[in-house]
């Protein structure tokens, strides 16, 4: 059973640990159930899985106007979100917590709410869960080894894809009246 709980003080960002089913024969587990997603949650239309290794860094992602739910499956990872929402209370806020497969292992990002990650275990394999198909959205990326990000990771030199390296710095980003004018229009959560 799912129990979703807002993040305290941070709308549009909601935590979850779902229970794992262990026996000798492996495990069971549940990860997604409509009726138990906070209210408002839009249907989910898309899944997707991602693997990767110890010390990668992925983001921060934007895909404006899609709500994601990202589930830790296996591993564990420093999962840092920013909300991107023009009219929010939280805006340009970030959030930080550790998901792994023992403790707190989902989160759910409503659309305008930035996200990445960094693998702090041999291995992690995350499951996404989302209302948009993939490129049907507009897609933004921003550089995570710069300010306000570079201050919430260890240093240390990560892996990372180019688009994620050469990614622009949030104050390059906050500059672009196309970017400005969608994170304007999201504003749920």
């Known amino acids: ?46 899944d997707n899985i991602s693997e990767s290794k110890l010390d990668v860094l992925r983001g921060i992602h934007v895909q404006a ?9 296996k591993g564990e990872i420093i999962d840092i979100s920013i909300d991107l929402r023009i009219k929010s209370s939280n805006y340009l806020q970030t959030h930080k917590v ?21 693998v702090v275990s041999k ?23 710069l300010p306000p990000f570079v201050n919430l990771i260890p240093p240390f030199s990560y892996e990372m894809s180019k688009r994620d390296l050469e990614a622009p710095s949030l104050e390059s980003m906050l500059a672009k009246p196309t970017f400005l004018s969608l994170m304007n229009q999201n504003q749920n959560g």
């Open 65 to 73: 106007e899609q709500w994601q739910l990202i589930t830790v499956i």
């Open 1 to 46: 059973m799912n129990n979703f709980r807002e993040v305290s003080g941070f709308s549009g960002i909601w935590e979850n640990s779902i229970e794992y089913f262990d026996d000798n024969r492996g495990c069971f587990f549940e990860t997604y159930r409509e009726n138990d997603m906070p209210p408002g949650t839009p249907k989910m239309i898309q």
């Open 123 to 145: 291995q992690a394999t995350l499951h996404y869960k989302s209302t948009k198909y993939y490129g049907e959205t507009e897609q933004f990326t921003i550089n995570m080894l």
């Open 98 to 118: 550790k998901l792994s497969q023992g403790g707190t292992n989902q989160i759910l990002l409503a659309p305008g709410i930035g996200h990445g990650f960094i």
